[in-house]
């Protein structure tokens, strides 16, 4: 696969003063998304360069590179998410978004609290919100819980392992560490190195078709990309319960105490 040149006037250095800040405060907070981005933006250098290269190689990826469809603005519109066939991975996407009441359009605007490359006119820029706008895809096909700080740090590891990236790296593996401290045992680490193996396991999912795939049964897709069943994750969730599962999240535990 050919190495394409730097995201230009970048200086190829990674910012370990932002990051460490920003695990920091994630840490403190798992719903304060933005810090998400500031890892990404400080440790993800070269990310997107390479991602956008490997896209270009697949047999589909130059159709899909031309095209540039913007993601988060047909995941935002009523009708297309209203369109898919019971059982298609929309349809599990669907229920995701009434379920938890996120948006695609929602982390658009998480993502621009912190200035950054994705919003110019570049095919890295573009290939770097594709992977931004699918990531709660990802959730809905991993069947790892985007509302929980167990569900997202295996699927950041998961992440890490599809598109690399240290950010998903220093996230999954910070969320980790606190873990065995906060929960007294290993079964949260555990569960996210099962997120990173399968993660390997799992074709290479940032080159689907995605306008094609969410019309594609959810168990289907599944077999196909050999994205495999989260055991030691479902076992940490019954075993932990929702406090130590969640227990990056204050929003979580706010419904708690009000329960």
Not at 108 to 130: F, T
Not at 140 to 167: H, I, K, N, R
Request: hydrophobic share 40%.
């Amino acid at each position: 696969m050919a190495k394409l040149p730097p995201f230009p006037d970048t200086s190829g250095r990674r910012d370990w003063g932002t990051a460490f800040d920003a695990i920091r405060k994630l840490l403190a907070n798992g719903d304060d998304t933005t810090q998400v981005f500031r890892i990404m933006r400080a440790l993800n250098v070269g990310n997107a360069p390479q991602n956008y290269a490997r896209l270009i190689a697949t047999a589909k990826g130059g159709r899909i590179a031309h095209d540039q469809v913007e993601l988060a603005e047909r995941f935002s519109d009523p009708a297309f998410v209203a369109s898919f066939a019971p059982g298609t991975v929309g349809a599990a996407y669907r229920h995701f978004l009434e379920s938890t009441g996120y948006s695609a359009d929602g982390l658009v605007e998480v993502s621009k609290l912190e200035p950054g490359e994705d919003d110019l006119a570049h095919p890295y820029a573009w290939m770097g919100r594709r992977i931004r706008d699918t990531h709660d895809i990802w959730h809905v096909l991993t069947g790892y819980q985007a509302d929980e700080s167990l569900g997202e740090a295996c699927l950041v590891a998961f992440s890490y392992a599809q598109v690399g990236g240290l950010g998903w790296a220093f996230i999954g593996g910070a969320a980790a560490l606190k873990s065995l401290k906060v929960t007294g045992g290993t079964l949260f680490a555990r569960a996210v190195v099962e997120g990173y193996r399968h993660g390997r396991a799992a074709k290479w999912i940032s080159g689907e078709d995605y306008l094609t795939l969410l019309h594609e049964p959810i168990e289907d897709v599944r077999r196909r990309l050999n994205i495999k069943e989260p055991v030691l994750y479902r076992r940490a969730q019954r075993e932990l319960g929702p406090a130590m599962a969640s227990y990056l999240s204050a929003r979580r535990e706010e419904q708690q105490l009000a329960a």
